[in-house]
């Protein structure tokens, strides 16, 4: 009796490795109208995965969060260092600032010169060994870590999200005692005793180093960096500090009291690749090609991927303001999609606050 011969197959996981291209277009590609279409991983092409934030992670930092996005973990620690303007390079003295505009924070440019032009804000993102199956033990540094670092530290400076007011440590001179004001009296040089009046001098910048460590890397390292950085910002909280003439440096008032930072408003990223039906296509053939716009990529759909767009929005004023827009590769994103698109960063955003709250 003949029998018939053996089969191979292949179960999904084993599908998805061998061929990850064809695997996920027939998963996208649906011939039944009555099933919807879905990516390999079960998500319908406009689906995200949902964040987890949990702030306060970190006990020596005065600002923590992590975030899970999926199987992409981070951890943010913020913490700040006093930076004395004596050992700032090139530094311009504050007597060259308008103090009344300094105050009534009409000077909103003056105070996004003072954070880049003094280095205030210092983003690094390192990859841990093990977060992905290509980062292997003993390897320098990867360009995705450096690439991550830079458009954290754009962003942050692009959307002016920390005010300088709080990075400023102030001394204010002691009032003239009432043999002073005597003797300028008999003076009698009002325009000398204008420049003796009091004034405030500042002495010390608080610097806020964000350190971000990825745990696993499961694709959209952006969305969860940036939302890890909002995350342990509006955690941040920093000592009460005085300068000391005497000692020449900050000294903490009390070793309980602490100041939040005022973060201003909540800037939400919100990426999308795009994967074409013909996996080599380019120039003018990717036109004709037929495209889904995935959501929330994974590590396996960056990967086959040539093109992305992220854009940074923020409802928190009742409006929408779209803070960003990047776009990487390909030429199918246009300006038709990308308006659509904004559609979708702000049921993002509704979605962060949610989950920030």
């Known amino acids: 009796m003949a029998t018939a ?14 061929s990850p291209h064809p695997f996920l277009l027939a998963s ?86 003072e954070l880049k032009d003094y280095d205030l804000l210092v ?22 870590a450096q690439k991550l670092s830079t458009r954290v530290y754009s962003l942050l400076h692009s959307c002016n999200v920390v005010d300088p007011k709080d990075l400023r440590i102030w001394y204010t001179p002691p009032q003239p005692t009432a043999d002073d004001e005597d003797k300028m009296d008999e ?36 969305d969860a960096a940036w939302t890890a950085v909002m995350a342990a910002l509006k955690d941040t909280k920093l000592p009460v500090v005085r300068w000391d003439p005497d000692l020449e440096m900050a000294v903490a008032v009390s070793r309980t009291k602490t100041s939040a930072l005022s973060i201003r408003g909540l800037p939400v990223s919100c990426t ?16 004709k090609n037929k495209y889904w716009l995935l959501l929330d990529p994974d590590r396996l759909e960056e990967e086959l991927c040539q093109e992305a767009v992220t854009v940074v929005v923020d409802c928190s004023e009742g409006e929408t303001k779209i803070r960003n827009i ?31 709250a």
């Not at 011969?5 to 061998?18: D, E, G, M, V």
């Not at 983003?123 to 995705?144: H, Q």
């Not at 999308?272 to 036109?287: D, M, R, S, W, Y």
């Open 272 to 287: 999308a690749a795009v994967f074409l039906e013909k996996e080599h296509a380019e120039g003018g053939e990717a036109h």
């Open 5 to 18: 011969p053996p089969t191979l197959s292949f179960s999904r996981q084993a599908f998805a490795k061998l």
């Open 326 to 356: 990047e776009k990487q590769g390909g030429t199918i994103i246009g300006r038709e999609l990308i308006r659509g698109f904004v559609g979708v960063a702000e049921k993002r955003w509704e979605a962060v606050k949610a989950a920030a």
């Open 28 to 113: 996208l590609s649906q011939t039944d109208s009555t099933t919807p279409a879905s990516r390999s991983n079960g998500r319908a092409p406009n689906q995200d995965r949902p964040f987890q934030i949990h702030t306060g992670s970190l006990s020596h930092a005065h600002g923590s969060a992590l975030v899970r996005l999926g199987d992409t973990t981070v951890v943010c620690g913020v913490r700040g260092e006093i930076l004395p303007v004596t050992s700032i390079p090139q530094y311009r003295p504050a007597t060259l600032y308008d103090l009344e505009q300094l105050e009534t924070g009409t000077s909103a440019g003056l105070g996004r010169g």
């Open 187 to 222: 003076d009698g040089d009002e325009d000398a005793q204008a420049d003796k009046a009091v004034k405030p001098e500042l002495k010390a910048y608080w610097v806020l180093y964000i350190d971000l460590l990825f745990v696993s890397l499961d694709g959209n390292p952006f």
């Open 123 to 144: 983003p690094n993102i390192e990859l841990a060994t093990g977060c992905a199956p290509t980062y292997l033990p003993g390897v320098p540094p990867s360009t995705l």
